[in-house]
């Protein structure tokens, strides 16, 4: 039995819909690049800095990693906001994966309203490994961006991308594809 | 050095410098440009005949002493160089130059060891791993003309210094002004060009010590009154802190207060600085000034960098792949890294960093074979259509189009996905970090539990 946490709002599903309540708390999941922001991430928590919980962080190695479909994805799973997060320019560990970043996520942004996303929802910022207090401060911040725009109104029937995940991409599964 | 050219297992290519580096640990392929030395070294004993019959002798700054005398056109570095082999050099050789020339040199030479006719060649080795061990420069005092460097001829630095104390250098050992009277005070300043935000911010960490011996040569050649100008003296290491004693005990006067600039008045130099502990200004006139210069990378540092691909830190020296536990790794797998060019430091410490170094070199070679980190970028030849876009965006070069499908050099990646990222097929895997992975993590994380979904 999972103890509750009054923290977390009930949604109420009713054919298909999801309805705001007055506690909504964002869904935000982080991409966090190991090298910098994870440890920057680390470092707000030796520094037993405050931030609101409802980051769920991912690391991945590089920010370069995160593609614009993995994002698309992660709204889709009932994500209300997304951040980016990687090394400043010229810190980068892996040389030049955060200047990919700098281009694709921007872009990313101008498409979200295509796909019925408010551009706010997904956030791009540098955080180096000591920025403990920076990443407390712009996770705080983005949070009270979702918190004010609201849960994501963005049901998996209603979506234009497929639900299942078609795009598995393991040797076997490419083979029979 | 010696040694090292003799030693049958070590081939010394010299007055040769790396031009271009392929490849990966285990398999690189470097390219060595030889500049000529139109001597055949073959031929050469080495005599110096030819040293003493060039044209151009006594009439060029010579290198090794740093300013303080000259040699000719044909010359053989210093006493001690390995090879022990003249060399001409093409940029005054006036035969070279202007094509007229008496060439005593080759009239002298009884080998008929000189060759004008010599070219340049780019050879190419292959070799299993690199060391780098490019050493250091002095600062570059064109931005401290307050010390008067290069302007009086009494300022001189520390290496400067060292060539007056030699027994083989310009004045025979002999500690002398320009003008050949002997000095009655000599001022030592310490900290030129470092820990300092205009110049270097880092301590040069030899100079302390260094500066403490040319004191003690400088009491010991000349009956001077020998003064060092310092922030901190950074004597530890082993027996150091004994040595900074004994040259207390024997006289030198320490100021505690780096030196603001020096200035001609009355004949002498006129040394000006805060003394700290006094709580006073001091203007002290000295016969000659002796400036412990700071060390800085050395000057083809960049360029090595960009060959061999390797990271530098913030205060240009090469990056070692982590400060404490692999201070002689560097980030790029089979190239490690040597002395002075990871960091100021003096020489016990560069002897251990090689030894360290060779070890580690060592230890890969007979091993045989490498040990990959699984996490790496692989292709899925059916998926990918060739487009190329995952070769422009790895920053290692690892990825190369053959026959019109993407390939991953696994021991050039580096697994930072960025390619995993661009791929719009998802023709690439990163493994260990898979798209399917994450998006189950981020499942995962935005799951809500049934009971919340169900309390409706």
């Known amino acids: 039995m999972l103890i509750l946490s009054p923290r977390f709002d009930k949604r109420r599903v009713s054919e298909g819909e999801i309805l705001a309540t007055d506690s909504f708390e964002p869904r935000i999941v982080g991409f966090l690049c190991n090298w910098c922001s994870y440890a920057g991430a680390d470092n707000a928590g030796l520094g037993r800095l405050k931030y609101p919980e409802n980051i769920r962080i991912v690391r991945v190695r590089c920010s ?11 709204f889709q799973e009932g994500a209300d906001g997304v ?3 990687g090394c400043h320019f010229g810190d980068c560990h892996y040389v030049s994966g955060n200047y990919r970043t700098a281009k694709r996520i921007p872009m990313l942004r101008k498409l979200l309203e295509v796909f019925g996303i408010e551009p706010e929802r997904l956030r791009l910022e540098w955080v ?14 983005f949070t009270e961006t979702i918190r004010r725009l609201g849960p994501l109104d963005l049901h998996p029937k209603r979506s234009t991308i497929p639900a299942s995940g078609a795009t598995s991409e393991t040797r076997e599964n490419a083979v029979h594809a | 050095m010696m040694d090292a050219g003799r030693h049958p297992n070590i081939e010394l290519l010299t007055y040769s410098e790396v031009v271009g580096m392929e490849g990966f640990v285990g398999n690189f392929r ?10 055949d070294t073959d031929l050469c004993t080495g005599c110096g005949l030819c040293v003493e019959a ?12 740093v300013g303080m005398g000259k040699r000719g056109a044909a010359y053989i570095p210093f006493p001690q160089a390995v090879p022990l082999k003249a060399v001409i050099d093409a940029e005054h050789c006036l035969y070279l130059k202007r094509g007229k020339c008496s060439q005593k040199c080759v009239k002298a030479c009884e080998r008929g060891a000189i060759q ?25 005092m064109k931005d401290l003309p307050q010390y008067g460097y290069g302007i009086y001829p009494n300022v001189l630095d520390s290496l400067q210094f060292e060539r007056l104390c030699s027994a083989a250098g310009p004045t025979g050992g002999q500690v002398l002004l320009a003008d050949g009277r ?3 005070s000599i001022a030592f300043l310490h900290c030129i060009g470092s820990r300092d935000e205009h110049t270097n911010r880092y301590c040069s960490r030899l100079c302390c010590m260094h500066t403490l011996k040319l004191a003690h040569l400088a009491l010991e050649k000349t009956h001077a009154r020998v003064y060092e100008f310092y922030i901190d003296i950074r004597s530890g290491g082993k027996r150091y802190e004994e040595f900074y004693e004994r040259v207390q005990e024997e006289g030198v006067i320490f100021i505690r207060g780096k030196a603001s600039e020096v200035l001609p008045e ?75 060019c990871q960091a100021p430091k003096d020489i016990p410490d560069t002897v251990a960093q090689a030894s360290a170094a060779a070890a580690k070199a060592m230890a890969l070679m007979t091993r045989g074979q490498v040990m990959e980190d699984p996490v790496v970028a692989e292709v899925i030849p059916e998926r990918c259509v060739g487009c190329g876009e995952c070769v422009l965006s790895c920053p290692y070069k690892a990825i190369t189009l053959m026959e019109g499908k993407a390939v991953v050099n696994s021991a050039l990646c580096k697994g930072c996905g960025t390619c995993v990222g661009t791929c719009l097929g998802h023709a690439i895997i990163g493994h260990q970090f898979t798209h399917d992975a994450i998006l189950m993590e981020v499942r995962g994380l935005l799951h809500e539990p049934e009971q919340v979904r169900a309390s409706v």
């Open chain 2, 116 to 140: 004008f006719d010599q070219t340049e060649e780019i050879i190419e080795v292959q070799v299993g791993t690199v060391i780098l061990a490019t050493g250091t420069d002095m600062y570059d």
């Open chain 1, 64 to 74: 370069g990693r995160v593609a614009p479909d993995l994002v698309l994805r992660t």
């Open chain 2, 182 to 184: 002997v000095p009655e």
């Open chain 2, 30 to 39: 470097v390219r060595i440009r030889r500049k000529p030395r139109f001597v």
């Open chain 1, 128 to 141: 180096s490994a000591s920025e403990g207090q920076r990443f407390a401060e712009v996770v705080t911040e």
């Open chain 1, 83 to 85: 951040m980016v997060l």
């Open chain 2, 266 to 340: 009355d004949g002498k130099l006129v040394v000006k600085a805060e003394d700290t502990l006094l709580g006073r200004l001091v203007s002290v006139p000295v016969d000659m000034v002796v400036l412990a210069l700071g060390m800085t990378p050395s000057k083809g540092t960049v360029e090595v960098a960009r060959i061999f691909g390797v990271s530098r830190s913030d205060d240009g020296y090469f990056m070692e792949a982590h400060p404490k536990l692999r201070p002689v790794d560097t980030n790029t797998d089979g190239i490690f890294v040597a002395g002075c």
């Open chain 2, 54 to 65: 060039c044209v151009l002798k006594n009439r060029i700054p010579a290198e090794f002493e």
